[in-house]
């Protein structure tokens, strides 16, 4: 990295190897997240709970020093810091607690990923839960509520289904 900051970054890692890097970084004593969403698999004659990457291809990891940046992309796997043009994508504290909240809540479930925008919709705040306090933009998608919590900094959004009671009857905007 030739302008090095301090904090949390994203690092664009080979397919099926965010388990290995994420491990490997933590033997390196360099802090990483890797979110993880459970998902059900169905084969032929089972079925299977499992946690894959919520962002696939992706670790978080909070460098400290700019060694601790090289360090990271020595491990096998790991591939390149994830840029946005000539800028490296930095994510804030504030969306790696969004997103650990969004993981860690009992009442959320259909965790997934995308990155378009919505065109339509309310923006509105979640007033229940371990979600409380964060405004969100709600999608009605077969009368069931599903919000979007924008990462900015990742250009991607989550995607999640709450019960209705968690959200506020105020409208704060609507797209």
Sequence with gaps: MNSFQNGWHVLYVKSKHEKKVSNALDDLSIES????????????????????PLF???????????LDSYKALTVNGAC???????????VSDLEINKIKLLLNADDVSGIETNTALPKVGETKKINYGALTGLECVVLKV???????????????????????YYFSEEILKVS
Aim: glycine share 2%; net charge positive.
């Design 56 to 66: 696939t291809s992706y670790i978080f990891v909070n460098l400290k020093s700019s």
């Design 33 to 52: 997240y890797l979110p993880l969403v459970k998902t059900i698999r169905k084969w032929k004659d089972r079925k299977k709970i499992i946690f894959q």
């Design 80 to 90: 390149a810091y994830i840029r946005f043009g000539k800028e490296y994508a930095k």
């Design 142 to 164: 077969n009368n069931i509520n599903k919000i979007i919590v924008r990462i900015n900094s990742l250009q991607q959004n989550i995607i999640a289904t709450l019960p209705n």
